[in-house]
């Protein structure tokens, strides 16, 4: 596709409800990440794949977030009993190659989540 | 581990000079990235810096001071427009994924 696309752009969860975000990249793109990004803050890193490899989550907050890409294309970022905390933006990235030096990250509009 | 230090707000006139800066610290480097992200809106890629110097790129130019740890993104002839998050993110070896800073909100005003 042109860019990177994001659904639902809107979520209201009930605390204790699980959520699946989704996340289409611009097609061919190798590499795929997901962040968090609270209001007023910077996006804080969450997970990245290659491919369909899941390369690192050392980014996710708890065993209840979870994330999978099995095609290397569509990713799904999972968070399970939703919690207040969880309120945030969730963005979705992707770039061409699998390394950053000279290479262009390209955000989705991400997934706005508030857990009531 | 990454640190990176830039101010939390700036406010700018409609047609001046801003100098938007960011310190930072990273295991290695691989590079540094401006992004703009307008309230509500993705992240937009601005500018890229991996040697040192000044990257011209229309109003906007991007310097970069690897000894120093040391990054800034200057913007000319601000207009309203320009009212934004800009986020600084150093890139350094052994991570593939970007690590932003929180971000300088900037407010230009007529």
């Known amino acids: 596709g042109a860019g990177v696309s994001q659904s639902p752009r809107y979520k209201v969860a009930k605390r204790g409800q699980d959520v699946a975000l989704r996340c289409d990249p611009i097609?061919?793109?190798?590499?795929l990440f997901w962040y968090q990004q609270a209001l007023g803050q910077g996006p804080e890193f969450l997970t990245y794949?290659?491919?369909?490899?899941?390369?690192?989550k050392s980014g996710l907050p708890s065993d209840r977030f979870f994330a999978e890409r099995p095609e290397g294309s569509v990713s799904t970022l999972k968070i399970q009993r939703t919690q207040q905390e969880d309120s945030a933006v969730y963005l979705c990235a992707s770039s061409r190659a699998g390394r950053i030096s000279g290479n262009t990250i390209y955000f989705g509009e991400g997934s706005w989540l508030t857990v009531v | 581990g990454q640190n990176i230090d830039q101010p939390t707000e700036m406010t700018a006139t409609e047609g001046a000079i801003v100098q938007i800066n960011c310190t930072y610290q990273?295991?290695?480097?691989?590079?540094l990235f401006w992004y703009q992200q307008h309230a509500g809106e993705a992240p937009t890629f601005l500018s890229y810096?991996?040697?040192?110097g000044l990257e011209e790129k229309g109003r906007f130019s991007s310097f970069l001071s690897r000894s120093k740890g040391y990054s800034y993104l200057l913007l000319k002839e601000l207009q309203m427009k320009d009212s934004a998050s800009y986020l600084c993110?150093?890139?350094?070896?052994?991570?593939?994924?970007?690590?932003f800073g929180s971000g300088t909100r900037l407010q230009v005003q007529p």
């Open positions: 810096n991996v040697l040192d």
């Open positions: 990273t295991s290695g480097f691989n590079g």
């Open positions: 097609s061919g793109h190798v590499s």
């Open positions: 794949f290659q491919n369909e490899a899941q390369l690192d």
């Open positions: 993110a150093p890139a350094g070896t052994g991570r593939r994924a970007l690590t």
